[in-house]
């Protein structure tokens, strides 16, 4: 087994926050900051920069998605005060904090002095757990801000507009309309992707398979195959690029093209499991995906496992999928 696969084994849970358990992380800041946590020591693992390169797309594409559900909002999200800065004569402040995944939330402008925001982090102290609500601030065709791929699976970094810190534990304010962050002019920008719509693969169930998902996103099909009982890497492999390859085809048969169109395409290969505590785990055993940056489908193997019990349930259940008769 590589050191790739070697990494993957370790379960990654996020639970608790910055050593204190009994935080509850909102379900959405879970999903939405999981997917680069959970590729860090993979990427620390490889000594190889297509691999690297293809667990950073991964992440950006799975974030994406996840902020997507949001609507780019991080409503009651937790974690500790970072920094907290004012300009001479405390006339305006910025603030960053930071989350139990090693996720910065930092001030993308001036907090005015006399506003809520400022009021609020008049009585805050560095360290001090919080719950905070923030527009994410749009970044080239994402919202993560970190100059180097390792930077931002290390640390990543986002650029809000808070609208709400207070101690954790404390109810936050009602809040006005928030109108949306508008992206700042960035050189390159890759243009959005069709909106997604649910497509019939017209698969038959193998006997090994349990049924398939199609998560909900909107610039990406990414599937969910789940197996009865743990699969070989050689299932992994053959199962999720046929489904990936049957995507394409019935993309193209709509007249898209997922490479042209810049359609993102997925399968993960899983195992839904209930542990002795009553938590729904996810084990995930590889995935079949098209690479962008190698303009080719590619099959990664690897097991990785995601506590998905207090995550909102985004599959598409519908009759769309073909599960077989």
Known sequence: MNRLSLALLAAVTIAGCNGHPNVQLDPYQRAVEYPRVSRYEAYKATDNEIQESALFNQANAEMKAAIDRTGAFAKGWVGKIDEIRTDHGG??????????????????????????????????????????SAKLVPHGDGYEWSLTERGSLEEPEFRVVFTSIVPYGTPEPAMAHVE???????????????????????????????????????????????YSEPPTGEEVGTDTSEVVNTIFQRL??????????????????????????????TRVYGNTAYDGDLHKIVTRLGITEIDMTDIPDLADHSTDIVRGK
């Open 91 to 132: 006339g305006n402040a910025r603030v960053k904090i930071r989350s139990s995944t090693n996720s910065i939330y930092q001030s993308d402008e001036d907090v005015p002095a006399g506003s809520p925001v400022y009021q609020q982090l008049s009585s805050l102290t560095v360290g001090q757990q919080v719950t905070f």
């Open 252 to 281: 193209k048969a709509k007249g898209l093209d997922p490479i042209k169109d810049s359609i993102g395409v997925v399968c993960d290969a899983e195992v839904h499991l209930t542990s002795p505590t009553g938590r729904q785990i």
């Open 180 to 226: 949306p962050v508008s992206a700042k002019p960035v050189a390159a920008v890759a243009s959005p992707s069709p909106i997604r719509k649910p497509i019939k693969l017209g698969l038959v169930l193998k006997p090994q398979w349990d049924r398939i998902e199609q998560n909900n996103s909107p610039n990406a099909y990414m599937v969910s195959l789940i």
